[in-house]
T-cell receptor, first 110, second 112 residues
Framework: GQSLEQPSEVTAVEGAIVQINCTYQ??????LSWYQQHDGGAPTFLSY????GLEETGRFSSFLSRSDSYGYLLLQELQMKDSASYFC???????????FGKGTTLSVSS | DAGITQSPRHKVTETGTPVTLRCHQT?????MYWYRQDPGHGLRLIHY???????DKGEVSDGYSVSRSKTEDFLLTLESATSSQTSVYFC???????????FGPGTRLTVT
């Protein structure tokens, strides 16, 4: 089977840094994706790591360690608008579809 | 925007009735997907398509069927709706069936 585990909730204050972890078990591995979803909205793509290491996109960074079957999303200089759910995802064994984790709800307070 | 729409956006139906949800794209993407989203379960893949008339099952396909007769349209049918199918349904599209997917706005379905 295939599964991705992430914490259900994370809280932080404006201006802080938060890390959302994701551990995975997959039959085949094509990389780790991250999506953001605001309440009532649709998921939107944030980042993708095919190889080990850190990918940076503005205030957001994503990290992957294939040897540890682990990745994380790092959000810096948190803003209230970053309050949302964040999902890690990985392709199925055939590489034709994504399997998502259950999501982490991030609450940013002032 | 990736040019993906879903219809209807909201629907209330009774147990035992058939329901069809439509996903329409204007981007000519090869892959199309149907997910359901429920509290505590995240996004779960129902079915997906990798071309016209080419479909495959996802992790929660029981009680659902799909059809894709044109590149731009992917239909999800609940043959006989049950209360356990009350959910928010998202359609998504992608070029290569991999990591970057574009999601539609969702359909909120309530089965009473």
């Amino acid at each position: 089977g295939q599964s991705l585990e992430q914490p259900s909730e994370v809280t932080a204050v404006e201006g802080a840094i938060v890390q959302i972890n994701c551990t995975y078990q997959t039959s085949g591995f094509y990389g780790l994706s991250w999506y953001q979803q605001h309440d009532g909205g649709a998921p939107t793509f944030l980042s993708y790591n095919a190889l080990d290491g850190l990918e940076e996109t503005g205030r957001f960074s994503s990290f992957l360690s294939r040897s540890d079957s682990y990745g994380y999303l790092l959000l810096q200089e948190l803003q209230m608008k970053d309050s949302a759910s964040y999902f890690c995802a990985s392709a199925n064994q055939a590489g034709t579809a994504l399997i998502f984790g259950k999501g982490t709800t991030l609450s940013v307070s002032s | 925007d990736a040019g993906i729409t879903q219809s209807p956006r909201h629907k209330v139906t009774e147990t035992g009735t058939p329901v069809t949800l439509r996903c329409h794209q204007t981007e000519n993407h090869r892959y199309m997907y149907w997910y359901r989203q429920d509290p505590g379960h995240g996004l779960r893949l129902i079915h997906y398509s990798y071309g016209v008339k080419d479909t495959d099952k996802g992790e929660v396909s029981d009680g659902y069927s799909v059809s894709r007769s044109k590149t731009e349209d992917f239909l999800l049918t609940l043959e006989s709706a049950t209360s356990s199918q009350t959910s928010v349904y998202f359609c998504a599209i992608s070029d290569e069936g991999s990591h970057e997917q574009y999601f539609g706005p969702g359909t909120r379905l309530t089965v009473t």
